[in-house]
């Protein structure tokens, strides 16, 4: 998992950087594998854990570099959307990648100064999917395919 993770993260910061790749293609197979891994492994039971809160001045920045960088291909309709209006699509591609990308970003950032065991780090990503990204992952994958069959990059 956290291999998969590494490349979630390189990725979104390739795109970040402005290189000009095959993100989608790229995004669309590591988060197929991030979301395989997680479905498979229980659970664990809900306690407390440690919580490394992001600076949300940085995670602002990161979404917003990332909405500008994906322009008219960031919002898309949620299922519970009303209306054929633009300005009523409340899915964002960016803000579902940026909350993914933190909360991955902060275990991997615990497992290289080696102050967490992969296990605990492990633990905790399969508690934010249970809580949060799982669905945010499974909209993005979702907007990704959309994207790939309408023939944009």
């Not at 919580?51 to 995670?59: A, G, H, V, W, Y």
């Not at 898309?76 to 990648?97: F, I, P, Q, W």
Request: aromatic content about 8%; some cysteine.
């Amino acid at each position: 998992m956290a291999e998969a993770a590494k490349d979630f993260c390189r990725i979104i910061e390739h795109v970040l950087s402005g290189e000009d790749r095959r993100w989608i293609v790229d995004m669309a197979a590591v988060l197929s594998r991030i979301n395989s891994t997680m479905i498979v492994l229980a659970v664990p039971p809900f306690g407390l854990s440690c919580c490394d809160f992001p600076n949300l001045d940085e995670k602002f920045d990161v979404f917003c570099r990332l909405k500008r960088r994906f322009g008219e291909h960031d919002a898309y309709r949620m299922k519970d959307d009303s209306g054929d209006d633009e300005d009523e699509m409340t899915g964002s591609l960016a803000g579902d990648l940026t909350e993914i990308y933190f909360e991955l970003r902060r275990g991997l950032n615990r497992l290289e100064a080696e102050t967490a065991s992969q296990d605990d780090v492990l633990k905790v990503w399969q508690r934010g999917y249970a809580l949060h990204w799982g669905e945010r992952l499974v909209d993005a994958q979702r907007h990704l395919l959309e994207l790939r069959e309408a023939g944009d990059r």
